[in-house]
Structure formats: structure tokens, C-alpha cells
């Protein structure tokens, strides 16, 4: 059975840094393209942050390019989201995702992904 849970999540003033967790039970972790997506109130769920299978090249939505890092520990079979200089508008529940078979141009597809965490909420005081 395959598990994702999240943590880390909380409420941060505008500027603070905070960084979320996802660890991954039930799958060869290491294969898996790993990825944080976030949905705001009233809004549809959006992409955030991947790292496609283990090539370990990142890529990021323009809107937290340069303040959010993404990052993973195979050895732990766990993903990282640091967040930087947060915003108000960065404020969601956050949530990861896995996936063993999704292609490239798939990535940012919320969709293409089989496997999902719970999500954990962040908040960002202004």
C-alpha cells in the first residue's frame, strides 16, 4: 500500500522560511518522479515544485522559482519543499505527489500523477 504523508506545514509571517516534508512508503522511491502542488481557497490546485525520476533536475512554477527549493533523500524515501521569503499568496494547503510512469512534458499536470499526500496547510501572515 502505498502512503504519502506530509509535514511541516504552519503559520509564518511574510519573509519567514519554512520547509515541508513528504515521506513515502510502498514504492521504489528512487524511480518515482516526485513533486509539491498547492491549492488555495476557491482556487484549483497548482503546480509548485518536481524532480523528474532520478535525474535529479528540478523544475519550478514561475511563481516561487528563486524563493522555494525542492529537494529528496532516497535514503529516506522522502521530499523536501524549503520555502523562503514566503507571501501572503503563497498561502495553501501544499501537497506532494509520486508518480513511476508520467513523461517529462507531464510534469506540471496535476493529472499525471497516481499517488497522493493528505496535504498540509501553510500560512502566510501579511
Known amino acids: 500500500q502505498v502512503q504519502l504523508e506530509e509535514s511541516g506545514g504552519g503559520l509564518v509571517q511574510a519573509g519567514d522560511s519554512l520547509r515541508i516534508s513528504c515521506t513515502v512508503s510502498?514504492?521504489?522511491?528512487?524511480?518515482?518522479?516526485v513533486a509539491w502542488f498547492r491549492q488555495a481557497p476557491g482556487k484549483e490546485r497548482e503546480f509548485v515544485a518536481a524532480?523528474?525520476?532520478?535525474?535529479?533536475?528540478?523544475y519550478y512554477a514561475d511563481s516561487v522559482k528563486s524563493r522555494f527549493t525542492i529537494s529528496r533523500d532516497n535514503a529516506k524515501s522522502t521530499v523536501y519543499l524549503q520555502m523562503n521569503s514566503l507571501k501572503p499568496e503563497d498561502t495553501a494547503v501544499y501537497y506532494c505527489?509520486?508518480?513511476?510512469?508520467?513523461?517529462?512534458?507531464?510534469?506540471?499536470?496535476?493529472?499525471?500523477?497516481?499517488?497522493w499526500g493528505q496535504g498540509t496547510q501553510v500560512t502566510v501572515s501579511s
Open positions: 524532480v523528474f525520476r532520478s535525474y535529479d533536475r528540478s
Open positions: 505527489a509520486v508518480d513511476g510512469r508520467l513523461i517529462l512534458s507531464a510534469i506540471r499536470t496535476s493529472d499525471s500523477y497516481d499517488y
Open positions: 510502498g514504492r521504489t522511491f528512487s524511480r518515482d518522479t
